[in-house]
């Protein structure tokens, strides 16, 4: 959406508010060289771009200074273009802010649209400043002596198996980096139980006090994985079965080997390659993945399941698949399990404490 047709439209909204007060009091729009520029007074180009530069906290305390702002504030082609602007930008999307609205096109929003979808309330919904806001409230005092009983309670470390492309088409190996970091997630120990015969993965500690296990799962050895890379291969999984005689990689169900410990785990984490440089991505193939492992015959539809939406490296030549694009192709909404996608970077793991924090606390960890 260009900004030709926010302007346009709050254009539209200035005349019609300036035309009403007009016709019911007299007032008349100020004159620019007599009252002096107050921002009420600028053009609506510069009202536009001031309004740009602001988050959507002082946009809503702009709107609430005079019934012209309000009006202004609460045009909803200003918040689809927000919207447009800044979902690629935005760090991570869940399955409770996921823009309930097709974002796509570059037409003005016709009435009906208008009065259907609340474009203003949606960005906030979603914004992940506003959700961190949210979620950051004062917990009440009921709630904040439960947590302090709570702690005295002998825990079960929970476990989360982690599976994807993006552990073995990067250059750089997410999970070496995580092991090689103990400023970011210190280890805890390698416990020796197995499940069926599948290692237990390695402990870590999160925050200094929150214990958890990752299993780490590979679709082959490692020298087939690294023959993939080079080669930019896909391989099929071990980890799945598929249909006899097809050359799809599409499985179709999981391989019985893992039956018990997809049952076992507490959770899962998926690291998809969002590298939008090398090989089609075969989201069907991923998709298919993700919803053998969450299947409900198998465990609780309540387990979550984070995404690490991962490249090598942060760069400036280097661009990434924005996460909610990813959660589209992944048709994670369509999903029962709580889910998140968050971004990650496997050379600097930015990002990754944050999926961790809200992975423990949809797997009933009291953070």
């Known amino acids: 959406m260009s900004r030709n047709i926010v302007l346009q439209s709050l254009r539209c909204i200035r005349d019609r508010f300036f035309d009403t007060r007009q016709q019911s009091d007299g007032w008349s729009e100020p004159d620019h060289d007599v009252t002096g520029p107050t921002l ?36 909803p082609v200003l918040w689809k273009y927000f919207l447009l602007r800044d979902l690629p930008q935005w760090q991570s999307v869940d399955h409770l802010s996921m823009p309930e609205v097709k974002l796509t096109g570059v037409s003005v929003l016709g009435n009906t649209e208008m009065k ?30 439960t947590s302090f009983f709570h702690s005295f309670v002998p825990v079960t470390e929970p476990q989360f198996a982690m599976f994807g492309p993006g552990l073995e088409q990067l250059q750089f190996s997410l999970l070496t980096k995580i092991i090689n970091s103990p400023d970011v997630l210190p280890r805890a120990g390698i416990p020796q139980r197995q499940i069926d015969g599948i290692g237990s993965g390695i402990s870590f500690k999160y925050k200094d006090q929150h214990r958890f296990n990752i299993i780490t799962l590979y ?29 799809s990689n599409v499985p179709i169900g999981l391989n019985p080997a893992f039956n018990q410990m997809c049952q076992a785990v507490n959770g899962f984490i998926f690291v998809a390659n969002v590298e939008t440089e090398g090989s089609d991505r075969n989201w069907e193939e991923q998709s298919a993945h993700i919803r053998i492992m969450l299947d409900p015959v198998v465990g609780s539809v309540s387990r979550p399941i984070l995404v690490l939406s991962c490249v090598s490296r942060e760069a400036s030549d280097r661009h990434r698949i924005p996460c909610v694009t990813v959660a589209n192709h992944l048709q994670l909404s369509s999903l029962s399990n709580p889910w998140m996608v968050q971004n990650t970077a496997a050379e600097t793991l930015t990002g990754l404490l944050d999926g961790i924090d809200w992975l423990l606390g949809n797997s009933g960890v009291k953070l």
């Open 219 to 247: 679709s082959t050895n490692r020298t087939e994985r690294e023959r993939a890379r080079l080669e930019h291969r896909n391989l099929r999984s071990k980890l799945f079965v598929f249909q006899q005689d097809s050359e």
């Open 116 to 145: 259907q979808f609340d474009y203003m309330a949606e960005y906030l919904r979603v914004c992940p400043a506003c959700r961190n806001q949210w979620r950051q409230q004062p917990k009440a005092t009921f709630e904040s002596v």
């Open 40 to 75: 009420d007074n600028l053009s609506v180009d510069m009202q536009f771009h001031i309004m740009t530069f602001l988050t959507p906290q002082d946009l809503c305390r702009l709107g609430g200074t005079s019934t012209y702002w309000r009006s202004m504030v609460r045009d």
